[in-house]
């Protein structure tokens, strides 16, 4: 059981910013990711529709042996995760936007959070966000388009630079010090998030807390691979093989990417 894989699902390649803290915390663990990108944006679509998807996705995780599945998509988490941990005995370890620490650190008690319609909408979302508000103006954007482009590889472009501008420049016109990235495929952007934002605003995003409560859960339940080889790694998607790819291309080890009718 424990060289069992993790599995590991997104809305599409956003979620291997949280497969790459996984494997770099857990070297030796094996892990199966699926990249639904014909399905994404997930943002975008009804509750039920969000589920149905998460279930569809789960089942095939599962058939593949997996020990614990991830959630590598705060939509899909704050939509779906409390059915997912009802209805299937595996761990699940969901993603949500990291309020918390930034509205601790935030000096002008002002901070921003960047995430899907889906994200935003949910209750966990507004549950979480009255929880860490006191004293704390929250900042809500949706960022409606960003996923769409990213999942063309078009995370540099023009359009992409365009839409950040338009959705910050109203938070940073209140005096947010913080910016809350509340979806997977958002740490993509840091770089051209950089050029847009004044140096003192901090980015904070929830990847390393979600590949460090893997790793407590999957000792907690006495499933920890010890194996002394690196992990091997599974990737499908049932779109573009090669977008795919270019968001792993820096990654050498042990990595197999494959077409998948799911
Ligand atoms: N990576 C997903 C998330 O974290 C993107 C959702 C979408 O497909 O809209 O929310």
């Known amino acids: 059981m424990n060289d069992s894989p993790i599995g590991i699902f997104d809305s599409g390649v956003g979620g291997t910013s949280i497969w790459k803290e996984i494997k770099t915390l857990m070297p030796h663990e094996n892990t199966v990711y699926l990249a639904d990108s014909r399905y994404a944006p997930y943002g975008e679509k009804p509750e039920e529709r969000i589920l149905q998807l998460s279930i569809k996705n789960t089942e095939l995780l599962l058939s593949k042996g997996c020990k614990l599945i991830v959630v590598a998509c705060n939509t899909a988490t704050t939509n779906a995760i409390a059915h997912l941990r009802k209805y299937y005995k595996v761990p699940f370890i969901g993603i949500e936007p990291a309020i918390k620490p930034a509205a601790l650190?935030?000096?002008s008690k002002k901070i921003g959070v960047l995430a899907t319609k889906g994200t935003l909408s949910s209750s966990l979302f507004h549950s979480t966000s009255e929880n860490h508000?006191?004293?704390i103006q929250i900042?809500?954007?949706e960022g409606t388009g960003l996923v769409p482009l990213i999942e063309q590889g078009m995370v540099k472009s023009a359009k992409t630079k365009e839409l950040l501008i338009k959705y910050l420049e109203p938070m940073l016109a209140e005096g947010i010090d913080y910016l809350v990235l509340g979806c997977t495929h958002y740490p993509y952007l840091i770089p051209v998030l950089k050029e847009i934002l004044p140096e003192k605003i901090r980015i904070v995003d929830s990847g390393e807390a979600v590949a460090r409560q893997t790793k407590a859960i999957l000792e907690k339940n006495g499933l920890r691979n010890t194996a002394k080889e690196i992990g091997r790694h599974q990737f499908y998607t049932n779109a573009d093989i090669a977008?795919?790819?270019s968001f792993l291309?820096?990654?050498?080890?042990?990595?197999e990417t494959a077409f998948l009718d799911f």
Request: glycine fraction near 6%; charged fraction near 20%; charge should be neutral.
């Open 105 to 107: 650190q935030s000096q």
């Open 133 to 135: 508000a006191n004293g």
């Open 139 to 141: 900042l809500e954007q």
């Open 243 to 245: 977008i795919l790819r």
């Open 249 to 255: 291309n820096r990654e050498q080890s042990n990595i």
